[in-house]
């Protein structure tokens, strides 16, 4: 297999997700055609002109472009024989339509271990799939002297205001009802676990266990609690180390909102994914709030690494295997965060540990958590898939 077809999302970290994995693959000898939803009837010709037997495989990003279609309205995969891998960087519950999709050759690609055990469980049989966690980006012209930098702390990222408990159960029935609410007060308080998790020891306290399907589709049901618990880790984070008197630099929407002392939060407006990465070079730490990834991790951890600073980041799994809290990062636990004010301020009095910690980062991220090396591992997987 040497050629591989990468579809452009409109979203647009997505779309730099894309164009950086075909610099992988060209540099390791692939031939890549980019295309995108746009023109379908020009992206089929293309399709025609560029596939061949047995030697192409097709990637998606959140399955853009997944669902494109002959002339005749059949799946264009399937009529070239063509592997076909979906990188979902969002938890596979989102993804339900996609996974059943009737592609002969389908994979799925997935950001946190969990999100692949989801699919081996739920979905047994009918798609293969892989971890594969973010990659991180480095800014084109080289990192800024860490001396020289303007921001202690950024944080990019926007705050949705989703804390209306009532509006999401608001169709369900008073049973599930009482299971959300449980689920959710369960979750606020062990951060660990992932919402499927959460469900399921909500069910059994009440000595119900339901059929793989029924379960399922109740945690689908359930979807919207992953937004909420988002939206409430960012705005608790947020909110100790500005009322702790920690200033942070923020780059996104819906913060002056937040109820905190406002003074410590500096914010800008929102701005395009690809101009965050001069920001990220620019600051001496990087805020991460994982986005319930509990076995995963978010490209923020290794884009800041790459930029040559220091990545603060609550844990998961994956992470805590993988770093160790102040080597290559620094860790903090939701479930402590009274911690997290003194400890920012003792490490932003020690310039010179955070400016070590950040090169021990660099050191790790910079052969092995980069869209290059992303590249490399899709082609093996792929290239074992017709082994």
Known sequence: MNKIIIFESRTDSLRTFARLAAE???????????????????????????????????????HAGMNLLTADRMIIWNELDIDCYDFIV???????????YPITRLTFLCVDEYHQKF????????????????????????AILFEERSMDILFTGAY??????????????????QVWLECFELLCTQTHLTLEHGL?????????????EDLRDTIRLFGDMDG????????????????????????????????????NLIIHDRIPFDETIPLIADARIVLNVMPWFKSGVHDRVYSAMLNECV????????????????????????DHLNELPDKVKRYLKEPEELKQIAQRGWNYAKDAQTWQNRARQMAKIMESSRG
Request: with cysteine.
């Open 24 to 62: 992988g693959f060209r540099e390791i000898g692939y031939r890549v055609l980019m295309a995108d939803m746009n023109d379908e009837e020009e992206t089929r010709k293309n399709i025609y002109e560029f596939a061949g037997q047995g030697d192409t495989a097709a990637l998606f990003f959140n």
């Open 90 to 100: 969002d938890h596979p519950m989102y993804y339900h339509a996609a996974i059943i």
């Open 119 to 142: 699919i081996e469980r739920f979905y047994p049989g009918r798609v293969r799939s892989f971890f594969l966690p973010l990659a991180g980006i480095r800014r084109q012209e080289g």
């Open 160 to 177: 949705l205001i989703d804390n209306n408990v009532e509006y999401h159960i608001q169709g369900l029935g008073e049973g599930l009802r």
């Open 200 to 212: 399921e020891r909500c069910l059994k306290k009440r000595g119900l266990a339901l059929p793989e």
């Open 228 to 263: 909420m618990l988002r939206s409430r880790a960012r705005a608790e984070v947020i909110r100790t180390l500005a009322n702790a008197d920690v200033k942070v630099h923020i780059y996104g929407e819906g913060w002056q909102f937040l109820d905190c002392k406002q003074e």
């Open 311 to 334: 990545c603060l980041t609550d844990g998961s799994e994956y992470l805590d295997r993988t770093l160790a809290d102040g080597r290559e990062a620094l860790f903090y636990s939701l």
